[in-house]
């Protein structure tokens, strides 16, 4: 669509999308100033669901903040934990065992899939097609259920420990991820044909919320987001951490900037993410998934840490300062959707309103994450 | 002229493709569970809500050392125990000893995360995971859970 | 005198029940369908397979009470709903469902289904206004201006049928088609060769018409919440779905006498109301399978497919098939 013709700011009205409206996907408000249809500004208010995790992380010791992080990002879990051991151990010095970073990569990675699937669902549900979710949600029942078997819960796993992990995998969980794999990617190819493909959902997206590279400098939109708008950033590459210099895949990038972009780009993700945990279980070598020596109780020396990760919505930091207690003294989250959804209020300006609504998930929001 | 008949007719060549993967759809079978009427087992490593473990004479394997009320995050295990003296033998002379017997260990699942903690930081493997899911009420007086009594229930 | 009142009354309480019958069943229909597409089963709880769900919903609905917000405009928003399900019940009147099942017949039958179907922009229109609720209008303002758009390539399609056989009168136009399914409207004849175009175009638009997914943009829950009718609940609520669900019926009987040779059978054999409600149930089915497949258009991607192409493409097919009549 061309924009907006010639809006007249002194007949608006104010439309209230939100605390509960079903575009918003949890309790986010967008106060608009709407003339008809197209959206004058925007004004996102935030807070609603808002529940001190970083004051939480400073109040309790470090152990006791791993189930916080799982709480941030309900779909994308094993990505936010995997930020905070690994800034721990860093900090505190630990040594994880290879079998465990091995592990922990084709977790992280198994957890991005079944974001990603879900967002795709939403998504397209956000567009008025209902189907596509259930096909999505089918798909990401044979991840859950993979990551139950090892994990023991389906959505708050809690299943990184500091130098290690929880429980071991066994020999089924990698048959059936094996398994799993190229059913998946029948799958994808399925979405393709039945979305992506669709002539109704490319005119929907195509050329509509455009999000260029100098506004994502400016909000600091990290992830797919950016990558949808030519920024060539994926911590996982940029910043390597863990095992992921060991593995071979791509990051993809779209230069087109649109909604369309954003959505090729978390689709292509899958594919890799598909096949990083096919060579991570390729490459997995046997030994012991917690460190021999391991601190008892975790004091990491005063000082000031960060860690940054790639989650399944973008670049994902976690900042630890640390006075030698047992409690960090400053515990910072910089959680990507908060970014992302920071450039919405600038992006939707003179865009009409179902236009925007698309282009709000193309961000592939979580709320808890922004009112964490 | 010609994008603008061949537009009209990928669109609808596109159209035809999703009907047709919704038709073959159609015809599958269904994968959901009529979850009241059937329920599905959880897997072996599934965490649920914690239980005490017993010993061979029934009771319960926990000594009161309160490990798991530290490390619990939340704050919701609080447990109480009393001092009992017992008699043992030592090298063939009867001594008095002390000991913690568990009187109380009650689980306020309504703030629980079920992040495991307790159970790993147990390190008498005295408290394991149920595997009950289907949990609801409508008083919150129901989760406040006494342990100790589930586990004579289940001994009973 | 007083047999053609009792004609028509029995005529509109027949029509009332085969609407509303529709309607309930209709729903119950458009859930299974829908669990079947998305491989889980609907409704099943109520009786089997989930039979006496629609009359449980009924008596849920018609049970709660009726909240009109404050500040709403009370009479447009106690019409509305109403509006929404007479006209509607209204066109069944003159729609042959065989040579002898017709409440009555008229002369100008497809004019005045037009002319009922066009008062359902009207109900949406007031619902949206009348509920004094933002989403409202902006909803209503959308199915309205998709109302009227496309109608157009609908009147125009309907022209060339009517120039072809020479009669508004549904019977007529159904008795044009009869003995076989060479002799139905959809399939292309040397006067008018671009007919199962027009057949696509007007089924387009009768989808657009009813506001079904994907031109549900009247109620597009995803933006609007609930688009017209966001502050209705109860039985106002109920009465603008059974209308949704009557206009379906009626958009499928349209389609049907129009192209499909209404109760004639494909093979000229035994003509009857089953073959009418055979095809009226096929189409509604395709209603319900392309609804739960594809994403809502924007509501200017809808204006542009009415405007760039359904109108120039009937509008073509008009001249040419009255030039071709004229040679042939």
């Known amino acids: 669509m061309s924009g907006p013709i010639h809006i007249r700011k002194d007949e608006t009205f104010t439309l209230n999308v939100g605390p509960q409206h079903p575009a918003t996907h949890g309790v986010l408000r967008v106060k608009m100033e709407m003339d008809g249809e197209y959206i004058v500004k925007a004004e996102t208010v935030l807070g609603y669901i ?17 189930p916080n992080l799982s709480r941030l990002d309900y779909l994308g879990a094993m990505g936010y934990t995997h930020g905070h051991v690994l800034a721990i151990e860093r900090a505190a010095g630990i040594e994880v065992p290879e079998r465990a970073e091995y592990i922990r990569a084709i977790m992280v990675e198994l957890n991005r899939i079944s974001s990603h699937l879900f967002w795709f669902g939403a998504f397209v549900m956000d567009l008025g097609g209902f189907t596509p979710l259930m096909y999505a949600i089918q798909d990401r029942e044979h991840i859950l259920d993979l990551m139950e078997a090892v994990t023991g819960s389906r959505l708050t796993y809690c299943y990184f420990r500091f130098g290690g992990l929880y429980n071991d995998v066994d020999d089924d969980f990698i048959n059936a991820t094996r398994a799993v794999i190229p059913m998946l990617r029948k799958s994808l190819k399925k979405y ?18 455009p999000i260029s590279a100098e506004m994502c400098r400016k909000y600091g ?21 863990s095992v992921y210099p060991e593995f071979d895949f791509d990051i993809p990038v779209y230069h087109e900037c649109d909604s369309l972009a954003r959505y090729k780009v978390r689709m292509d993700e899958m594919e890799q993410s598909l096949r990083i945990i096919e060579q991570g279980l390729d490459k997995l070598p046997d030994g012991p998934i917690m460190p021999k020596k391991k601190p008892k109780l975790i004091k990491p020396p005063v000082g000031d840490y960060y860690q940054a990760v790639e989650t399944a919505r973008g670049s994902f930091g976690i900042r630890i300062v640390s006075d030698g207690t047992k409690n960090a003294y400053r515990f910072k989250l910089r959680s990507p959707t908060y970014s992302n959804m920071s450039l919405f209020d600038e992006a939707c300006e003179g865009m009409m309103i179902m236009d925007a609504l698309a282009m709000m998930g193309s961000l592939d929001l979580v709320i808890p994450e922004i009112d964490r | 002229m010609g994008a603008y008949f061949s537009e009209i007719f990928l669109g609808l060549k596109s159209l035809a493709i999703g009907l047709g993967i919704t038709f073959k759809e159609f015809f599958k079978p269904v994968v959901t569970v009529p979850y009241p009427y059937k329920t599905l087992k959880m897997s072996d490593r599934y965490r649920g809500h914690i239980e005490l473990i017993e010993n061979e004479d029934g009771k319960p394997k926990c000594v009161a ?50 992040c495991g903690q307790c159970v790993e930081s147990c390190g008498f493997g005295a408290i394991t995971f149920s ?23 289940r001994n009973a | 005198m007083s047999l053609t009142i009792l004609n028509a009354v029995v005529a509109v309480v027949a029509a009332i029940a085969f609407a509303a019958a529709n309607a309930a069943y209709l729903v119950w229909a458009e859930r299974r369908g829908a669990g079947r597409i998305q ?17 449980c919903d009924g008596i849920k609905l018609m049970t709660k009470q009726l909240m009109i917000p404050g500040g709403a405009d009370k009479a447009l928003f106690m019409v509305a709903p109403v509006l929404a399900m007479a006209p509607a019940i209204m066109s069944f009147v003159t729609i042959p469902f065989s040579e002898t099942i017709v409440a009555h017949s008229m002369n100008v039958g497809v004019l005045m289904i037009f002319a009922f179907a066009s008062l359902g922009g009207m109900s949406i229109l007031l619902a949206g206004w009348g509920s004094r609720n933002k989403y409202g209008v902006m909803a209503s303002v959308r199915a309205v201006s998709q109302n009227i758009s496309y109608e157009v390539p609908m009147l125009i399609t309907v022209i060339t049928i009517v120039m072809m056989a020479g009669t508004m009168n549904l019977k007529e136009l159904v008795a044009a088609q009869a003995g076989g399914i060479w002799n139905w409207n959809l399939i292309p004849s040397l006067s008018s060769p671009l007919m199962p175009v027009s057949f696509l175009i007007f089924f387009i638009c009768s989808l657009a018409e009813t506001n079904r997914a994907p031109f549900d943009l009247g109620e597009a829950e995803s933006e609007l919440v609930a688009g017209f009718h966001t502050e209705y609940g109860s039985m106002g609520f109920g009465l603008f779905f059974m209308g949704e669900y009557a206009n379906i019926v009626i958009g499928a009987s349209l389609i049907t006498i129009l192209f499909l040779g209404g109760w004639d059978c494909p093979l000229g054999l035994f003509p009857g109301v089953w073959w009418f409600l055979l095809k009226i149930y096929m189409l509604i ?34 001249l040419l098939t009255a030039g071709l009549l004229k040679v042939f």
């Open chain 1, 192 to 209: 393709d044909a039945l979305v992506t493909g669709n002539i109704i959902f490319r005119k929907r997206l195509e050329d509509i919320g």
């Open chain 2, 65 to 114: 050392c309160g490990m798991c009320q530290r490390a619990c995050p939340s704050g919701c295990i609080s447990l109480a125990s009393k001092s009992v003296e017992y008699e043992v033998e030592v090298k063939g002379e009867m001594k008095t000893k002390k000991k913690k017997v568990l009187t109380k260990y009650d689980l306020n699942f309504t703030t629980c995360s079920l």
């Open chain 1, 221 to 241: 939109a990290t992830g797919p987001v950016a990558r949808g708008a030519g920024l060539d950033f994926d911590v996982r590459k940029n910043e390597p951490y």
């Open chain 2, 131 to 153: 595997k009950d899911y289907n949990l609801a009420s409508f008083r919150k007086e129901d989760f406040h859970f006494d342990l100790l009594n589930r586990l004579k229930e």
């Open chain 1, 50 to 66: 808002h529940r001190m995790h970083e004051l939480m992380g400073e109040n309790r010791t470090y152990p006791q903040v791993l």
């Open chain 3, 39 to 55: 491989r889980r089963p609907g409704p099943n709880v109520n009786g089997p397979l989930g039979l006496l769900q629609p009359p």
């Open chain 3, 285 to 318: 089915f395709s209603f319900i399978w392309i609804r739960w497949t594809f994403p809502r258009t924007t509501i200017y991607g809808l204006l542009n497919l009415s405007w760039k192409i359904l109108i120039p493409i009937s509008l073509f097919n008009l």
